[in-house]
């Protein structure tokens, strides 16, 4: 079992200014935290953050901090009528890399209380902030026993972390990705877990690249089987696929698998709409890639990532034919959208009519067809040109502006590139910043496993 932390930029920025006020003395600050609990890692994702005021500790020095938890009891109520979990964290503020023996005692008799607060015996998790912004930590079971946190993550326009792991050499195949970014980005790259939901036009060439630039684990959703019309964008197929009627996801785990650099593969042939456990595992990724057309399922992949904390990059084209033979218009976005920030209803993506319509044609085919004739509801069943140099141009843009966040290499701050386009008939890129938070996701951030499941009814 592998116990993770999970914090956004913004409520990292908020910790560490709490935690380090300039006077050279310890601090202290609460969490509320969501889970996604699985059989193989239990993540935990701040939720709410607790500040506790400097005028609350009895003492305040550079190896000591004791406070009073009075402050904290209308929280730890909450936590425990909501099933979340309780994370403390500190500062070391002469960069002590341990938890002391007066951290133990303090944490011992703390979580004994919180424990019994609460109706299970769930997982909570103390932690402490270096003068450099590092962050290590524990988890504390229902014993109060310890386990080392395996890794924290701080999810923003750069993608931060640090993990409990070994010093494996990079395997000769990564050395000039190693030569480009360094040897401690291609390690990370070697731990992440990427969704990729969608696997045809802009995902099989996006697929292709994470897996030459040796990313541990793809988990790859699409129920869709390989048809003719495909195979002139979809890499690593083959006409013998269509004639056999292969799954997408089936071809390029096999294709994957016969490249052999090691990365390892879970290939769900259903749409996330009909399947939890999908859901799940998508919860559990630490990067997701959406490659899709419908609005509903964008919209869906924007709920995880914001109640599960990752980052998700949405990638859209769009060809125009003027009905002659020609096309009007050719472009591409990438969406990078951070937890809390904005999404994509809010950047003007879809509409809620798009949604409901969308959802519609999903759920009930025949009425929404009736509803299309009258009048009443917007066409989603439109199919666009299709050209591979497009899509794959877009897939690379998505995977180079990942590697940004998780290795900044621009000159400009990745806060300026929440949106990147491009129009190759109008022979211009552009990029914008982040807008406004979405309010209705805002208030489920961090949230994680919920019932029901992310606030949906459907997946009551």
């Known amino acids: ?6 914090i956004t930029e913004s409520d990292y920025t908020t910790l560490r200014q709490h935690l380090f006020p300039g006077d050279g003395n310890e601090a202290v600050a609460m969490a509320i935290c969501g889970r996604q609990a699985s059989d193989e890692q239990t993540r935990l994702l701040v939720h709410e953050i607790i500040l506790i005021p400097y005028e609350d500790c009895q003492i305040r020095e550079p ?4 406070w009073s938890t009075k402050s904290f009891i209308p929280s730890l109520e909450k936590a425990a009528r909501k099933d979340l979990a309780i ?3 500190h500062s070391h503020p002469t960069g002590f890399r341990q938890f002391s023996e007066v951290d133990d005692i303090s944490d011992a008799e703390l979580f004994e209380s919180v424990f019994g607060w609460m109706d299970n015996d769930n997982v909570h998790a103390s932690a ?5 912004g590092e962050i290590f930590g524990r988890i504390f079971l229902e014993s109060l026993n310890t386990k080392p946190l395996d890794r924290i993550t701080i999810v923003g326009h750069n993608i931060i ?3 409990n792991t070994n010093n494996e050499e990079i395997p000769e195949y990564a050395l000039r990705t190693a030569q480009a970014f360094g040897e401690g980005t291609t390690k990370k790259l070697g731990q992440l877990r990427i969704g990729v939901v ?3 036009g802009t995902g099989s060439p996006l697929i292709e690249q994470l897996v030459r630039l040796g990313v541990g684990e793809l988990i790859l959703v699409d129920p869709d089987k390989v048809e003719n019309k495909n195979l002139n964008r979809i890499v690593n197929t083959k006409a013998s696929d269509a004639e056999k009627e292969l799954y997408k996801v089936d071809v390029l785990h096999n294709a994957i698998n016969s490249i052999g650099l090691g990365t390892q593969v879970q290939a769900y042939r259903e749409n996330i709409y009909e399947s939890i456990d999908v859901i799940n595992k998508l919860a559990g990724c630490d990067i997701l890639f959406g490659c899709v057309d419908s609005v509903d399922g964008r919209h869906l992949l924007n709920q995880i990532a914001t109640f599960y904390l990752v980052p998700y990059f949405d990638l859209g084209v769009k060809l125009t034919s003027d ?7 050719i472009m591409g976005t990438i969406h990078y959208l951070l937890p809390g920030g904005s999404s994509l209803r809010t950047r003007g993506v879809y509409t809620d009519e798009d949604l409901r319509a969308a959802a519609m044609y999903r759920t009930d085919k025949e009425y929404y067809e009736e509803q299309k004739k009258s009048g009443y509801i917007v066409d989603v069943t439109v199919d666009s040109p299709a050209v591979i140099s497009i899509n794959m141009q877009i897939a690379s843009m998505a995977v180079n502006e990942f590697l940004a966040r998780l290795h900044p290499y621009r000159y400009e701050s990745n806060s300026e590139f929440a949106i990147y386009r491009i129009s190759f008939s109008d022979a211009y890129i552009q990029y914008e910043s982040d807008g406004d938070p979405d309010p209705y996701l805002m208030k489920f951030k961090g949230r994680g496993d919920l019932l029901p499941l992310l606030n949906m ?3 009551n």
């Open 1 to 6: 079992m592998k116990y993770t932390l999970t």
């Open 63 to 66: 190896h000591l901090v004791k």
């Open 87 to 89: 994370l403390k964290i």
């Open 128 to 132: 402490v902030m270096l003068p450099d």
């Open 161 to 163: 972390s640090w993990a």
């Open 198 to 200: 969608g696997c045809s």
């Open 323 to 329: 009905g002659k033979g020609g096309i009007d218009q």
């Open 457 to 459: 009814p459907e997946f």
